[in-house]
């Protein structure tokens, strides 16, 4: 069984050259996770620095949610493929190690702002000196002990 067979369900009444052509307009998610490195290895250059300076870039960062709807096509139209398994069975594997991608960058960026937040709360409680006496601050006696702790860390 070949990969149109997949793509092409055996009750469509739809022509698997129409499914190819709504396959090819599909979105990209290797175009939003790997950009550049998506862009270069379908052999679009223009895609790819265009991909590059928007991620580098604040004012162009729309455009990276933007072009992996023309990527497909992009990709078909630039490289020389055998034929469209050769290009669909391509495209699938970029998609789903796009996806894996995506899944650990969203697991370490959570447990990265998970471990970073008990972090700064523990640092506030130790170092905020209202939480712990409970009674206000007098800045003038809080910048002298500042300095004595100063002092004494340098031995004098």
């Known amino acids: 069984m070949n990969l149109s067979e997949e793509i092409v369900p055996e009750l469509s009444d739809e022509p698997a050259v129409a499914i190819q052509e709504r396959y090819r307009r599909g979105y990209s998610w290797a175009a939003l996770v790997f950009g550049y490195f998506y862009f270069r290895s379908m052999r679009d250059q223009l895609f790819a620095w265009l991909s590059l300076i928007a991620a580098l870039s604040l004012v162009l960062s729309p455009v990276l949610l933007l072009l992996p709807f023309w990527a497909r096509r992009r990709a078909w139209a630039q490289r020389d493929w055998l ?42 409680k130790n170092l905020d000196p209202l939480r712990q006496s409970g009674q206000p601050i007098d800045p003038s006696q809080e910048l002298e002990r500042i300095q004595q702790n100063i002092k004494g860390g340098l031995g004098q």
Do not use: H, P, R
Request: net charge negative; no cysteine.
């Open 83 to 124: 034929d469209y398994n050769e290009f669909a069975t391509v495209q699938k594997k970029w998609d789903v190690a796009a996806l894996i991608g995506l899944a650990v960058l969203l697991f370490v960026a959570y447990f990265s702002y998970q471990a970073s937040s008990g972090l700064m709360n523990a640092l506030l």
